[in-house]
């Protein structure tokens, strides 16, 4: 079983600041993670993703993720926001072809 | 990439109705597709498995009989909604994996609005 945490609902930054967006997993296996965009009315997009190999990935976009095995976590970073990156990301967590999004976290860019 | 597609992209249709939703991987075979639906401002919840030549593995809660699902090749699956009501009103999304990769392609998803 596995299941993913996304510990904010909600994220509001301003331009030009970072962005931190908090993921938690939990899974019996070895996951493959992802982080997804989704932009109002849009589909989803994947920022990037981890299976395995490099524990610092880097996406799209400028984003990063960070995945600490001691920590279950896999947050997703941005040095500086910029007014397109605001939209719904959703942290995945996936281990044979089982699929399991997080909540969900809205971002919000402020000028 | 792979590409997946979905049709149709919007649909609106009467109460009592059903509706068909078209997922195809365009430049890939997937034994394998995932339906999902997502309401407003909500994660996407998943429904089925969709199985190329057998039948669909469907998630707790999800009613196999209103929610029909038929993986007629390897490049495609179908979800029909039968007899659909407001209640059913959703953005649906397809995905399928390649067997090469950890990923997920999804299609763009379908609006379905049921009157």
């Known amino acids: 079983a596995q299941s993913v945490t996304q510990l904010d609902s909600h994220v509001s930054v301003s331009e030009g600041t970072p962005v931190l967006l908090r993921c938690n997993y939990s899974s019996s296996y070895s996951p493959s993670l992802f982080w997804y965009v989704q932009h109002p009315n849009k589909g989803l997009q994947l920022l990037l993703k981890?299976?395995?190999?490099?524990?610092l990935v880097k996406g799209i976009n400028g984003f990063e993720a960070e995945f600490k095995k001691s920590e279950t976590s896999f947050h997703l970073t941005k040095p500086s926001a910029h007014m397109s990156d605001a939209a719904e990301y959703f942290c995945v967590v996936s281990a044979t072809n089982d699929m399991r999004f997080g909540a969900g976290t809205r971002l919000t860019v402020k000028p | 990439g792979a590409v997946v597609s979905q049709h149709p992209s919007r649909v609106i249709c009467k109460s009592g109705t059903s509706v068909k939703i078209e997922c195809r991987s365009l430049d890939f075979q997937a034994t394998t597709m995932f339906w999902y639906r997502q309401f407003p401002k909500q994660s996407l919840m998943l429904m089925a498995t969709?199985?190329?030549?057998?039948?669909?593995?469907?998630e707790q809660g999800v009613e196999k009989d209103k929610f029909l699902i038929n993986h007629a090749s390897l490049t495609l699956s179908t979800l029909t909604v039968t007899s659909a009501h407001p209640e059913d009103s959703s953005f649906y999304i397809c995905?399928?994996?390649?067997?090469?990769?950890?990923?997920?392609?999804f299609g763009p998803g379908t609006r379905l609005t049921v009157t």
């Open positions: 969709s199985n190329e030549g057998s039948k669909a593995t469907y």
């Open positions: 981890y299976t395995s190999a490099a524990t």
């Open positions: 995905s399928a994996p390649r067997r090469d990769s950890y990923e997920q392609y």
